[in-house]
């Protein structure tokens, strides 16, 4: 028939050449050509796992290390957080102790006033020649 007629020669390692519509080339017929093509197959296959196993290996590093920095991370917002908590117990405390020193500094500033208000005037204790010679 004239389309089985192929301008391409098939391979001369195939033993019983076949055109494949599929691949649009000729493959092998024989059982042993098909042995050869599951042989080939066979060692794609366990090529593949040994990729797939290396991946693996390369995900569970990834994932290693994931955990890792999760970890680092949970401490460091563990002391963050300490942290904060530290400055807010010492901002309060620094509050009080200025609220009491503003509290203390409005009774002196009471107590001065009013004694300044009820203060009698200082008298010279001086003799009257010596208060004299200065003027």
Do not use: R
């Not at 500094?105 to 004299?132: E, F, H, I, R, Y």
Request: no cysteine; proline share 4%; glycine share 2%.
């Amino acid at each position: 028939l004239p389309w089985h007629w192929h301008i391409e020669k098939p391979d001369d390692s195939l033993k019983d050449p076949v055109w494949d519509l599929k691949v649009n080339g000729w493959v092998e017929n024989s059982k042993d050509g098909q042995a050869a093509i599951l042989q080939e197959a066979t060692k794609k296959l366990e090529e593949l796992d040994k990729k797939s196993a290396e991946l693996d290996q390369a995900n569970d590093k990834v994932d290693q290390a994931i955990k890792s920095m999760q970890e680092v991370q949970a401490q460091s917002s563990k002391q963050n957080l300490a942290l904060m908590k530290s400055f807010t117990e010492q901002t309060q405390n620094t509050n009080e102790i200025l609220g009491t020193m503003q509290k203390t500094l409005a009774m002196v500033t009471k107590a001065v006033g009013a004694n300044s208000n009820n203060a009698t005037p200082a008298t010279d204790t001086k003799p009257a020649d010596q208060a004299t010679d200065k003027q």
